[in-house]
């Protein structure tokens, strides 16, 4: 059984950072790629970031130069480094693979 958890979020001053954790069971980790989403209120959830079994990466526009993503394979852990963070940051941020999704954690960022 595919389990995905996240932690890492909570309150945080625009300009701030949060570090985004995703831990991982019940796949291969090292051999899938590995994605986090985000959804706003009354918005649809949509791609953050995304990395590859092979460390290549990819991101949303709105992201790109502030946000990282990166894995560490030896602890089936995915992470989401978030700096510089805007009050449209806000949302519920989701781990997913393979079809399958976190449960989320929620970043509000204030001003």
């Known amino acids: 059984q595919v389990q995905l958890g996240e932690s890492g979020g909570g309150l945080v001053q625009a300009g701030g950072s949060l570090r985004l954790s995703c831990a991982a069971s019940?796949?291969?980790?090292?051999?899938?790629?590995m994605s986090w989403y985000r959804q706003a209120p009354g918005k649809q959830r949509g791609l953050v970031a995304a990395v590859t079994a092979g460390g290549n990466t990819n991101y949303a526009d709105s992201v790109k130069g502030r946000f990282t993503i990166s894995r560490d394979n030896t602890k089936n852990t995915v992470y989401l480094q978030m700096n510089s963070l805007k009050l449209e940051d806000t949302a519920v941020y989701f781990c997913?693979?393979?079809?399958?999704w976190g449960k989320g954690t929620l970043v509000t960022v204030s001003s």
């Open positions: 997913y693979v393979r079809s399958y």
């Open positions: 019940g796949i291969t980790f090292s051999i899938n790629t």
